[in-house]
Nanobody, 125 residues
Framework: QVQLVESGGGLVQAGGSLRLSCAAS????????IGWFRQAPGKDREFVAG????????YYADSVKGRFTISRENAKKSVYLQMNSLKPEDTATYFC??????????????????WGQGTQVTVSS
C-alpha cells in the first residue's frame, strides 16, 4: 500500500512555470514507478510523464516534451513535475499515481494501482 499527496498547483499566466510535488508514504517508495496524469473538464485522464522506480527510464507525452521535467528523490519519497512555458491547454487537474514497475514506465492509467487526490493547475491566457 502507498498513499500519494499532490501539491504545488495554482493559477499562472501563460508562459509561466509551476512545480508539482507528489509525496508518498507507506511501502518502499523506490519500488514504484510514478506517473503524472491530467484531466481537463469533459476529457479523459491522460498520461503526462512518468519515471521508473530506478529513475533510469522517463517518458513524456508529446504535448509536454521540452517543457515539463519529471524527477524523483527516493530518500524524500517524492516525485516532482517541473512545468515551464505553460499554455492554457495545460489547464487540468493533475494526479500522480504509483505503479509497481521498477525498471519501466507505463503510459496506460490501468497499470497504476494507487492514485492521489489531484491538484488543480489553471493557466490563463
Amino acid at each position: 500500500q502507498v498513499q500519494l499527496v499532490e501539491s504545488g498547483g495554482g493559477l499562472v499566466q501563460a508562459g509561466g512555470s509551476l512545480r508539482l510535488s507528489c509525496a508518498a508514504s507507506g511501502r518502499t517508495f523506490s519500488s514504484f514507478a510514478i506517473g503524472w496524469f491530467r484531466q481537463a473538464p469533459g476529457k479523459d485522464r491522460e498520461f503526462v510523464a512518468g519515471i521508473s522506480g530506478t529513475g533510469g527510464t522517463i517518458y513524456y507525452a508529446d504535448s509536454v516534451k521540452g517543457r515539463f521535467t519529471i524527477s524523483r528523490e527516493n530518500a524524500k519519497k517524492s516525485v516532482y513535475l517541473q512545468m515551464n512555458s505553460l499554455k492554457p491547454e495545460d489547464t487540468a487537474t493533475y494526479f500522480c499515481a504509483a505503479d509497481t514497475a521498477y525498471y519501466t514506465v507505463h503510459v496506460s492509467r490501468s497499470e497504476y494501482a494507487y492514485w492521489g487526490q489531484g491538484t488543480q493547475v489553471t493557466v490563463s491566457s
